[in-house]
Each structure stands twice: as C-alpha cells, then as structure tokens.
C-alpha cells in the first residue's frame, strides 16, 4: 500500500469512517467527542505519515490511534470528576427504534472499556493481541478483562430476562 | 475470531447475538461539523507545515534567548564594574 496520497486517503476514509464512528460513539457515548475523536485519528494517520503493508494494516492502526484518544480521554476525564463515575458513565445513544432502545440501553450501563472490548471483539472480529496493541493493555489481561466484561453483559441480560439466542 | 478466556458455549452465543445487535444499531448521521476527507487532508497538511516551520525557528529562538539572558548578565556586570568610578 506505501505512503498515503491524497486519492488513497479518500477512499481509505470513506471506507473506515462509518465503521470507526459507530465504534467510538458506541464506547464514548457522545457524539460530539466521538465525532472529535474520529476527526483527530485520521488527521494524526495523516500527520504520522504512516507506510502501512496493507489497508488491513493501516485500519487496525487507525483503530489503535482513536482508542488510545478514547484513553486519553478516559483519563482526562478521571482527573476532572474521578475514576468511579468514568468507569460507569453512562453512554447515551440515541436508537431510532424502540427495539434498538432496549439493546443500546444494555450496552450502555456497562462500562465504557467493556464496551471497547466487546466491539472491538464481536464487531471488529480482532484477536486478543489486536485488542492488547488496540487498548495499550497487556494481551493476557486482555483475556481476563473480556472474560468479565462478557460475564457483566450475561448478567444484564439474564437480569431482564433478555438472553438472546443465536 | 478471538480465543475465548473461559469458553461456554451458551453465554458465547447469548453474548455474540447481542453484540450483533449492538452493531446494527443506528449511529446517529455525522454533523455538518465533521470534516470531509479534502478537509482533513488540508488540515493535516497546514499542521504539517506549521509544525515544521516550528522546528525550523526552535534554534532561532532559543538563541534569541540566550541573546537576552547575555545582554542582562552583560550589563550587571558592567554596573557592577562601573559602581566603585560612579560614587
């Protein structure tokens, strides 16, 4: 893939744009910070002038830029109203359909690095290592950080009587 | 697709359902305010430039600097020399 020009960034970012939106607006529960944070990972691709092998390559980079701002965003955050209340800051999406309204309200009382996981697990399909380099966390903390984070999302369900089978 | 910690097979598929729903879920239409790719590429390249242009000036004024820290220290000293003649 080489060096990005200006064409190759276009279509590379009208293929990764709405993927990564839904990802960070989905863990940092705001539009405007998801939008803010979505903005600075690609102008930082831009600026880092990144040689990626693959666009593969260059899409898990993308992903790993905007989750260390999510980070830094966590931990700005932590100094401003403490660690307890980022932890469980509630997300708030906004479903469109009132069925949406029940799944995104689940998802939302976790906890916004559980739901980092579990997206970048179940929709982004990325291995314990993509998610260890994703999150800056060690790979088998990895292991036992999703092992709870799916548990805690077993327990939301059963707790509503949601299970949802495949 | 990831190796589970501690696999059961019923809360891997209770989970994994859920989690597509979660991915279906609507996001909401980005905002006038998000940039278009053109724009971000503009933008990346001015920070680009300023950044550079701010390298380049890092000597200029760190020996500006120096220039001003010299001067004052100069002129204490020549107070200091001058004081004994101008009393």
């Not at chain 1, 399909?125 to 805690?152: C, D, N, W």
């Amino acid at each position: 893939m080489g060096r990005l020009d200006e064409a190759s960034f276009a279509a590379f970012h009208a293929r990764t744009s709405p993927g990564l939106r839904a990802y960070v607006y989905r863990v940092v529960g705001h539009e405007s910070d998801a939008d803010d944070i979505v903005q600075e990972a690609f102008l930082r691709i831009i600026r880092t002038d990144v040689r990626a092998e693959s666009d593969e390559h260059l899409r898990r980079y993308l992903y790993r830029v905007a989750s260390n701002l999510i980070v830094d965003r966590w931990r700005r955050r932590r100094h401003e109203v403490g660690e307890e209340r980022i932890l469980h800051e509630p997300a708030t999406p906004r479903p469109r359909y009132e069925d949406d309204a029940a799944v995104a309200k689940i998802f939302a009382e976790l906890k916004a690095r559980d739901r980092a996981l579990l997206w970048l697990a179940y929709v982004e399909g990325e291995s314990h290592e993509e998610i260890a380099t994703s999150l800056g966390v060690g790979r088998r903390g990895v292991k036992v950080m999703l092992f709870r984070a799916r548990r805690r999302l077993r327990q939301l369900l059963q707790a509503r009587g949601l299970l949802v089978n495949s | 697709m990831t190796e589970w910690f501690d696999l059961d097979p019923d809360e891997e598929r209770a989970v994994a359902a859920f989690m597509s729903r979660v991915a279906d879920l609507r996001t909401p239409s980005p905002e006038s305010r998000l940039l278009a790719s053109s724009e971000l590429w503009c933008k990346a390249q001015l920070l680009r430039r300023w950044e550079a242009e701010r390298l380049a000036r890092r000597p200029l004024d760190i020996m500006h600097r120096i220039e001003i820290a010299g001067g004052l220290v100069a002129a204490g000293l020549l107070l200091y020399w001058s004081v004994p003649y101008l009393l």
